[in-house]
């Protein structure tokens, strides 16, 4: 079912580089929620609720796309739904934002199913799909420098190098360690027998402890948060259009990033397009309209899913067994927790893998500055704004127009030019 000869693996490598990328994103179900409580949504609402968006869109994912990509609730989206949606709007409940995040998942659903996000990938240059590959990469690795506090915030350059002897940055550099020493020697696994043992460290060292034990009942969603058929209507009571285009565009180029980055690190791509887009994309899109109904923000394609791609993960069994594991993850609430909540026992895979996704540096045609500089800035921005939209959205703008000062604008696909125009309109106008 899953091509594993094909793809040139095997289960045991597919359901290594599952767990390997279920251990970096499983934060997700407790920092979610705990975004959320800040609109007002209750916690246990949003645990369960984002157990069942990931399940839902990793399932399609595997069973549909064959892709090793897991779905869940984005990070940048959730904060933008708490803060900007709901805590800019004194007059808008958390229930009428959801509503306009379910508004932009029909849409999206509907975008998926013609041939317009699949033409977007093949519109979107070869230079500029390096660059999300490698920004991705910086971006991954910053995340892990700074959950673990060995970069951390400065009032004057805004990063500088942390303390070294916290206990944290300790436990992360001595795990990156072990697993560098891994990957070196090529031993089969490497990432996730890396993060196993800076648990046993953690655990050993007291960073780790399970008091609440390790396994309690999942709550049930009290209902669903919003009722479909009014959804529409409260958009357009409360005039939701900028928000809806926001989740939309936002959602758009987060995943399409996301999936054109890790299929690229993956071997996946033909050419310029990628076998069954249309399949996968309907993933996260479906994902977002059933997460809204049960309370949670919009999902998009998880960068940390490279992490099980650099484990060998090649196919949909990668993603089942993720799915799976976030199944399980509901009964064992506590453990989830506790292990989520120590940052450095994964931040080493994410640095890792973030070194490996540079290599399509390399590819970038560095001797012709309008295709090189669009891709540099979209690899500065990514980790500098903490977003894969806005850095995509950065190259989109200046890339067309670096293309008709040179005189070269029939090189440009028509849709490249209409995400400028658009992607100019959200950065100009629109609160993000």
Same mark, same amino acid.
């Given at each position: 079912?899953?091509?594993? =000869? ?5 289960? =045991? ?18 920092? /979610? ?15 369960? &609720? ?31 739904? &708490?803060?900007?949606?709901? !805590? ?15 508004? +932009? ?7 998926? #199913? ?12 070869? /230079? ?56 070196? #020697? /090529? ?33 049930? %969603? ?38 054109? !980055? ?17 399949? +996968?994309? #309907? ?14 923000? %919009? ?47 994964? &931040? ?25 500089? %669009? ?27 670096? =293309? ?25 106008? #629109?609160?993000?």
């Amino acid at each position: 079912m899953f091509k594993l =000869k094909e793809n040139g693996t095997s289960v =045991k490598t597919e359901m290594i580089a599952g767990l390997t990328t279920f251990l970096t994103m499983v934060y997700i179900v407790v920092v /979610n929620p705990v975004i959320l409580a800040d609109a007002g949504v209750p916690f246990n609402q949003v645990f369960t &609720a984002t157990i069942i968006a990931t399940v839902i869109g990793t399932l399609w994912m595997a069973l549909s796309a064959n892709y090793p990509i897991a779905i869940a609730p984005g990070m940048g989206l959730n904060a933008y739904f &708490a803060y900007s949606v709901v !805590g800019t709007h004194t007059n808008i409940s958390y229930q009428v934002a959801f509503s306009a995040v379910f508004v +932009a998942g029909i849409i999206f659903v509907i975008l998926s #199913l013609t041939p317009f996000r699949k033409k977007l990938i093949e519109a979107i240059p070869d /230079n500029l799909k390096y660059g999300i590959t490698a920004g991705i990469g910086l971006f991954i690795a910053f995340i892990g420098l700074r959950l673990t506090g060995i970069i951390t915030a400065h009032p004057t350059n805004l990063v500088t190098l942390g303390d070294l002897h916290a206990p944290s940055a300790l436990l992360a550099l001595t795990g990156l360690a072990i697993t560098l020493i891994l990957m070196v #020697l /090529n031993v089969n696994g490497a990432l996730f027998i890396g993060m196993i043992a800076t648990g046993i460290i953690a655990f050993f060292t007291g960073q780790l402890s399970f008091d609440n034990g390790f396994v309690s009942l999942p709550t049930l %969603p009290e209902g669903m948060v919003i009722n479909p058929f009014h959804a529409f209507g409260d958009v357009i009571q409360y005039g939701l259009y900028a928000v809806v285009f926001s989740f939309l565009l936002v959602t758009i180029f987060d995943t399409t990033g996301t999936m054109i !980055g890790v299929a690229q690190q993956a071997g996946l791509m033909k050419g310029k397009s990628m076998p069954r887009a249309r399949e +996968a994309l #309907l993933s996260d899109s479906i994902a977002t309209t059933i997460g809204a109904i049960f309370g949670t923000s %919009p999902t998009s394609a998880y960068i940390e899913s490279s992490s099980g791609v650099a484990a060998g993960g090649r196919t949909g069994l990668t993603s089942l067994t993720v799915a799976v594991l976030f199944i399980l993850a509901a009964f064992f609430g506590p453990l989830v927790s506790a292990v989520s909540g120590l940052s450095a026992i994964t &931040a080493p895979a994410l640095i890792i893998v973030g070194s490996l996704m540079m290599g399509s540096i390399a590819k970038i045609n560095w001797n012709d500055l309008e295709e090189a500089f %669009p891709a540099f800035l979209i690899i500065l921005s990514m980790p500098l704004t903490s977003s894969i939209a806005t850095g995509i959205a950065l190259g989109f703008i200046s890339y067309p127009l670096l =293309k008709v000062v040179k005189g070269k604008w029939r090189e440009v696909h028509l849709l490249v030019y209409v995400f400028a125009i658009l992607f100019f309109y959200q950065l100009a106008f #629109l609160p993000h």
